[in-house]
T-cell receptor
Framework: GENVEQHPSTLSVQEGDSAVIKCTYS??????FPWYKQELGKGPQLIID?????GEKKDQRIAVTLNKTAKHFSLHITETQPEDSAVYFC??????????FGTGTRLQVFP | ETGVTQTPRHLVMGMTNKKSLKCEQH?????MYWYKQSAKKPLELMFV???????ENNSVPSRFSPECPNSSHLFLHLHTLQPEDSALYLC?????????????FGPGTRLTVL
């Protein structure tokens, strides 16, 4: 079955710097890769997703890149702000809604 | 707010107690999910319901019993739990199972088993 690894487990950056979180997956049949943000006391919320027919997707300060050959995808946050502090989860899916999640990255943005 | 509510938000129970978690979605979705979130582990899918029918049971122990009376409500009945069952239990919903649809999560119920 699918296995998703996520690194790093914690990440601290200065406000205004960029943050990058990386995930690898094992099943080459996976074709949908969402990223979720979980703030304290809340459930995960989808922030961006990418499908396997696209190499990169951007939404304002957030971008996701996908390398199908290497089976890895990354989340890039530019110009980080304190409100970006949260736990971020990547996930992979084989064209169904059965999501396999990574272990999460705790991002702290210091003012 | 995501349109998915969960009650209670916190629950402490003994190993011999019976309790239920409730989830309600106001999004008109047809698929609902239970996940378990433990520290330093990936979210684990427990159950999936699609149009009120259970379509996925991810090898969950029988001390967890789900119920889906309609597409808007989902319950998780708990009995004779173990301390290792302490976790955040998250409910989610999506338009329908079988296709890639965004899943909307509730805030979760923090469960502590003594």
């Amino acid at each position: 079955g699918e296995n998703v690894e996520q690194h790093p487990s914690t990440l601290s950056v200065q406000e205004g710097d960029s943050a990058v979180i990386k995930c690898t997956y094992s099943d080459s049949a996976s074709n949908y890769f969402p990223w979720y943000k979980q703030e304290l006391g809340k459930g995960p919320q989808l922030i961006i997703d990418i499908r396997s027919n696209v190499g990169e997707k951007k939404d304002q300060r957030i971008a996701v890149t996908l390398n199908k050959t290497a089976k890895h995808f990354s989340l890039h946050i530019t110009e980080t702000q304190p409100e970006d502090s949260a736990v971020y989860f990547c996930a992979a899916s084989q064209n169904t809604d059965k999501l396999i999640f990574g272990t999460g990255t705790r991002l702290q943005v210091f003012p | 707010e995501t349109g998915v509510t969960q009650t209670p938000r916190h629950l402490v129970m003994g190993m011999t107690n019976k309790k239920s978690l409730k989830c309600e979605q106001h999004l008109g979705h047809n698929a609902m999910y239970w996940y378990k979130q433990s520290a330093k582990k990936p979210l684990e899918l427990m159950f999936v319901y699609n149009f009120k029918e259970q379509t996925e049971n991810n090898s969950v122990p029988s001390r967890f019993s789900p119920e889906c009376p309609n597409s808007s409500h989902l319950f998780l009945h708990l009995h004779t739990l173990q301390p290792e069952d302490s976790a955040l239990y998250l409910c989610a919903s999506s338009q329908a199972q079988g296709a890639v649809n965004e899943q909307f999560f509730g805030p979760g119920t923090r469960l502590t088993v003594l």
